[in-house]
């Protein structure tokens, strides 16, 4: 599955590798490319006026499976959605956002 997870930001931290804020997994697809246009479209407002990025991870079924895949995403407000970034450096050491 694909799911969707939104933050209120990503910045380094000196403490943890990054700080997110607020964050919220929304669901997820079975194809990538329906989670894509669900970001591309802001479907069911995910922005919320404040969830200024969101990542999709590809994770498969099980107890505690680890992400295979994962793109990433920032708000852009003149096409009113998210779309596709390169990974913040400082996530790249975390493994999962949607099932931790």
Same mark, same amino acid.
């Given at each position: 599955? +694909? &799911? $969707?997870?939104?933050? *209120?930001?990503?910045?380094?931290?000196?403490? &943890? #590798?990054?700080?997110?804020?607020?964050?919220?997994?929304?669901? +997820?697809? =079975? /194809? +990538?490319?329906?989670?894509?246009?669900? %970001?591309?479209?802001?479907?069911?407002?995910?922005?919320?006026?404040?969830?200024?990025?969101?990542? $999709?991870?590809?994770? *498969? +079924?099980? $107890?505690?499976? %680890?992400?295979?895949?994962?793109?990433? #995403?920032?708000? *852009?407000?003149?096409?009113?959605?998210? #779309?596709?970034?390169? /990974? =913040?450096?400082?996530?790249?050491?975390?493994?999962?956002?949607? $099932?931790?």
């Amino acid at each position: 599955m +694909y &799911f $969707i997870t939104v933050f *209120d930001k990503i910045e380094p931290s000196e403490v &943890f #590798f990054a700080e997110f804020g607020d964050q919220r997994t929304w669901g +997820y697809y =079975p /194809e +990538y490319e329906w989670a894509v246009n669900a %970001l591309h479209e802001n479907r069911t407002d995910m922005h919320e006026g404040c969830y200024n990025y969101a990542v $999709i991870e590809k994770i *498969d +079924y099980g $107890i505690c499976a %680890l992400a295979e895949e994962r793109q990433w #995403f920032k708000w *852009d407000k003149e096409k009113y959605g998210y #779309f596709e970034i390169e /990974e =913040p450096e400082c996530v790249k050491r975390i493994v999962n956002f949607a $099932i931790g």
